[in-house]
Every structure is written in C-alpha cells, then in structure tokens.
T-cell receptor
Framework: DAGITQSPRHKVTETGTPVTLRCHQT?????MYWYRQDPGHGLRLIHY???????DKGEVSDGYSVSRSKTEDFLLTLESATSSQTSVYFC???????????FGSGTRLTVV | AQSVTQLDSQVPVFEEAPVELRCNYS??????LFWYVQYPNQGLQLLLK??????LVKGINGFEAEFNKSQTSFHLRKPSVHISDTAEYFC????????????FGTGTSLTVIP
C-alpha cells in the first residue's frame, strides 16, 4: 500500500540464523504493528509500537524482538530462526483505531 | 480477552448469487468493527468499518455489513458477487483501552464459481 513498504518481500534462511525484517512508513503514524499470517490462524500480533522506543508484546512474541528508533521504521528480528517461524509477516500502521489499519504487502519468510 | 469468530472457513458461491460472511465477537463493551479483504499474494485492504450510528454500513465494491449489538455480530453481505470477489475476508474488532489493538478472525475464503 502507498505509504508503507516492507523489505524484503521474500526470504529463505537457515535454521539458527538471525533475520531482520523492515517496515518503513511515510505517513507519520504513531502506531506500528507486526503480524504473522498462518493457515487456520488468521493474523496474530507479534509486537507493536505506540511511539519511538515504545514497544509491547503481542500474542505470539516468543522468539521475536522489535526496535523502533525512528517514527518511520519498525524492525522485526528473529534472533535464531526456527522452522515454526516460516510464515507470511505483515506490517501495519495506524494513527487512530477510528481509521483502521493500513497494511504492507507482506514478507514471505521460509526457514529451512 | 477479545475473540472474533468467523463461522465459515470456506464459502463457495456461484457468480451473481448473493453471499453472507458471518462474524461474531465477544465483548460486553462498545467496539469498533471492521472487515478487510485480502486478494491472493497481497496485503489486507479495508472494506468497511462500523464506529457508531447507523447499524448498516456500506463499503467498497458493493459490500455492506450490519451491526447487531444484541447478537454481537457483524455479518458481511453482497447481493450479487463477481469472479473478482474471490479472496480471503477477515473480520476485526478494536476494543477501547487496548492501545489501538485489533483482533482478527481466522478468515473466510470466498470462492466465486463461474
């Protein structure tokens, strides 16, 4: 979507390696989120941020960490990737819940 | 904890037929309600939302949804579907005082049959 980009779009990595996914926004929205999407589970919240250096855990945060040093960037790091972290990862941004979320196009991560 | 239930995981329907995708949520307080659509290999797009006021909400692409407080439901409808409506549909709720968090259902896969 316009105003939010995710990189990379696709990545294959080996078990045990660290991986960082990037979400970049140009909308100056306060809130940013990382979700993972898996068949039968819908979207599950990993971590979210409500401001620079302000982050909190979501429903499935184990094995993931995040950082937000600037308003526009929200990084998701898999400290030591496992096969269970093979998924499609979506970043979302929001200024206020009235407006809903705007989603990025997703990152397809495969851990082999 | 908040929960959102989408009662049908897959819905096949013939082209030009009507469709209803069901969504129920658990909450004793007022919430904001949303429907999102995800086309293959894409991110999610907002279809429509209910914040307050009229219980019938109209969205993009001819979709509408009706909020029913007593049944805690927010079902999505379209009177006549097209092939291009084939997609995954997600219901979501945003309760108050949750740090702007959204809770999503597990999705309904709509397949329109020619």
């Amino acid at each position: 979507d316009a105003g939010i980009t995710q990189s990379p779009r696709h990545k294959v990595t080996e078990t045990g390696t660290p991986v960082t996914l990037r979400c970049h926004q140009t909308e100056n929205h306060r809130y940013m989120y990382w979700y993972r999407q898996d068949p039968g589970h819908g979207l599950r919240l990993i971590h979210y941020s409500y401001g620079v250096k302000d982050t909190d855990k979501g429903e499935v945060s184990d094995g993931y960490s995040v950082s937000r040093s600037k308003t526009e960037d929200f990084l998701l790091t898999l400290e030591s990737a496992t096969s269970s972290q093979t998924s499609v990862y979506f970043c979302a941004i929001s200024e206020d819940s009235n407006y809903g979320y705007t989603f990025g196009s997703g990152t397809r991560l495969t851990v082999v | 904890a908040q929960s959102v239930t989408q009662l049908d995981s897959q819905v096949p329907v013939f082209e030009e037929a009507p469709v209803e995708l069901r969504c129920n949520y658990s909450s004793s307080v007022s919430v904001y309600l949303f429907w999102y659509v995800q086309y293959p290999n894409q991110g999610l797009q907002l279809l429509l939302k209910y914040l307050s006021g009229s219980t019938l909400v109209k969205g993009i692409n001819g979709f509408e949804a009706e909020f029913n407080k007593s049944q805690t439901s927010f079902h999505l409808r379209k009177p006549s579907v097209h092939i291009s409506d084939t997609a995954e549909y997600f219901c979501a709720v945003s309760p108050p005082n949750t740090g702007n968090q959204f809770y999503f259902g597990t999705g309904t896969s709509l397949t329109v049959i020619p």
